[in-house]
């Protein structure tokens, strides 16, 4: 329950916190695929990525991230949350995905209770850290917005810019962009993710989710070959 006597921004602070690219739940280590485009020369430019980022926000965060997170948000019983991060879970066809998902999500379960105490004792964080479940990333965050009382848009347009704010963070240390010209991506993606949370919260709940990227599907699967990495994926 939220003290009725703290200011009425104080969730929503509570949750840009977690949603800051400075909350440490490890996501600086991923890069998406991206550290191969760039080592195989098929990234190179401001324009490749803007484009990336429009397939990005069109498939995996339209068709599987978004979709999970509403379902996560809404659901209605530790179990259904359960259901929803296994569902997630096996959405996930890449080992590296999978396992990045699952590691950004119990940091986040770890940390949350720094910022809303009473998260310690939600069912679902004890479900992943007894192994019951995977504990992935957006099922996570979209529980802690439920419970910081955050609605939904908030909630799946926290989940969405802090994916986009990830990949150009993976691009401009690559050196295919510089800092100006990410704030600019971000900021020219934002009305199709604005978009795509209008489609998934009209859209019945589900828990079926899955998407079609193989630009990032395979360089991302290509990516323990490289000789030299910077990145966990």
Known sequence: MLDMAQPPVLPLLRLLQAADSA??????????GLETLVATGALTSEGGLAD????????PLRRQVLPAAHAAHAAPSPAR????????????????ERAASRAMGRRLLDLAPEIEPQF??????????SGEAPGHYPVAFAALGRS???????ALAAVGIRALDALV?????????????GARLVAGAAPALAAA??????????????????????????????????FAT
């Open 197 to 230: 949370i209008d489609e998934v919260l009209a859209e019945p709940l589900r828990l079926r989710f899955g998407s079609w990227l193989p630009l990032l599907e395979i360089a991302a699967a290509r990516h323990p070959a490289l000789p030299f990495r910077m």
């Open 120 to 129: 310690a004792g939600h069912p679902y964080a004890r479900a992943v850290r």
């Open 81 to 96: 949350l359960l259901a929803v991060d296994g569902a997630f879970d096996r959405s996930l066809t890449l080992p590296g």
């Open 169 to 181: 963070s993976a691009a401009t240390r690559l050196g295919v962009i510089g800092p100006s010209a």
């Open 52 to 59: 990336i980022l429009r397939r990005y926000v069109q498939q």
């Open 23 to 32: 909350f440490p739940v490890g996501g600086f280590a991923y890069s998406p």
């Open 148 to 154: 910081l009382a955050i609605p939904a848009p908030e």
